[in-house]
């Protein structure tokens, strides 16, 4: 009897394990940033960022919805506060959601589009590391 009980105590630590890299998950989902606005404060989902345009020290935030927001940081701080397992810095003025991507077009020296219709350049230095990130998508 001991040994049965043993293997049940087995069984529901293991799903206790796959329950916890279920809510881990969902956490990475539902994550939020907040950025400033005028007089706000801004909480984003960050699922929910298409990507991010640099615009001298602004940025363009592109949201899932259609909106687009203006905010008076750049680029670089977004690329340093996003994980690096959605958002790829695929040219000095951008950072993209790869959840986004709709295609990789390689003509004209390599450009994405996104789910929203925006065309995107990748930068000559960037493209190794797009390539290596399409390889590990694919089937």
Do not use: W
């Not at 996003?82 to 950072?95: D, G, M, P, T």
């Amino acid at each position: 009897m001991k040994k049965a009980n043993s293997n049940v105590s087995t069984l529901s630590n293991i799903h206790l394990d796959v329950n916890d890299l279920n809510n881990l998950e969902q956490e990475t989902h539902e994550q939020k940033i907040v950025v400033m606005d005028k007089q706000e404060c801004i909480f984003l989902k960050v699922k929910n960022i298409c990507y991010i345009e640099a615009d001298g020290a602004y940025s363009n935030i592109y949201l899932q919805d259609g909106k687009k927001m203006v905010v008076s940081k750049n680029v670089k701080v977004f690329a340093e506060k996003l994980s690096e397992a959605s958002f790829c810095r695929i040219h000095k003025s951008y950072l993209i959601n790869i959840n986004f991507i709709s295609k990789y077009v390689k003509s004209d020296g390599g450009y994405l589009i996104m789910e929203n219709g925006a065309s995107i350049p990748v930068s000559v230095r960037k493209k190794d590391s797009l390539l290596h990130l399409v390889e590990q998508l694919a089937l």
